[in-house]
T-cell receptor
């Protein structure tokens, strides 16, 4: 079945540091890939997405590129801020054999990011 | 635009008791999902509705969990009887429909503690 593996956390960085959170996946067909963020006390929010190989999703300075050859979707940001402190989830939405998508999302375990001033 | 509403936000019960959670999706969204998020893990789908029909309930523990979506709008998730391992955050999400790219919007969740 489908699965998502994220790098172990938590991750602690100083403000303006470079961020990478690794994500790899296992899926048949052509899944869509997502990064969700959960700020303290809030619900899950979509951060960015990529729906086919080599697509780059980007939002709020975060980027991730859909690499089918390495089955990866690593999240990066060049300069983190204190306000980026949150839990980040990598997720995929799989497809049936005929190419139509499942609705459900399969999530990784989440990575806690803490950014200090 | 109003988001996905859930209630209650917090619930504490003793094992073997029953509990129910309520979800009101974004207006016009045909697809509704219930996820279970255990501490330290990512959300896991319990059940998915398309309008008032069940699309996927393969991971729903049907001996104790039940869910309904009458009239294809609001939904209720029930646990009876609860076990200690049911302690988790229960997330409701909705999207316009299943097919194609349709973003899932998540509610704030209900945090359940079973003592």
């Amino acid at each position: 079945g489908n699965s998502v593996t994220q790098m172990e956390g938590p991750v602690t960085l100083s403000e303006e540091a470079f961020l990478t959170i690794n994500c790899t996946y296992t899926a048949t067909g052509y899944p869509s890939l997502f990064w969700y963020v959960q700020y303290p006390g809030e619900g899950l929010q979509l951060l960015l997405k990529a729906t086919k190989a080599d697509d780059k999703g980007s939002n709020k300075g975060f980027e991730a590129t859909y690499r089918k050859e390495t089955t990866s979707f690593h999240l990066e940001k060049g300069s983190v801020q204190v306000s980026d402190s949150a839990v980040y989830f990598c997720a995929l939405r799989g497809t049936h054999a005929g190419g139509t998508s499942y609705g459900k999302l399969t999530f990784g375990q989440g990575t806690i990011l803490t950014v200090h001033p | 635009e109003a988001g996905v509403a859930q209630s209650p936000r917090y619930k504490i019960i003793e094992k073997r008791q029953s509990v129910a959670f309520w979800c009101n999706p974004i207006s016009g969204h045909a697809t509704l999902y219930w996820y279970q998020q255990i501490l330290g893990q990512g959300p896991k789908l319990l059940i998915q509705f398309q309008n008032n029909g069940v699309v996927d309930d393969s991971q729903l523990p049907k001996d104790r969990f039940s869910a309904e979506r009458l009239k294809g709008v609001d939904s209720t998730l029930k646990i009876q009887p609860a076990k200690l391992e049911d302690s988790a955050v229960y997330l409701c999400a909705s999207s316009l429909q299943v097919e194609g790219y349709n973003e899932q919007f998540f509610g704030p969740g209900t945090r359940l503690t079973v003592l």
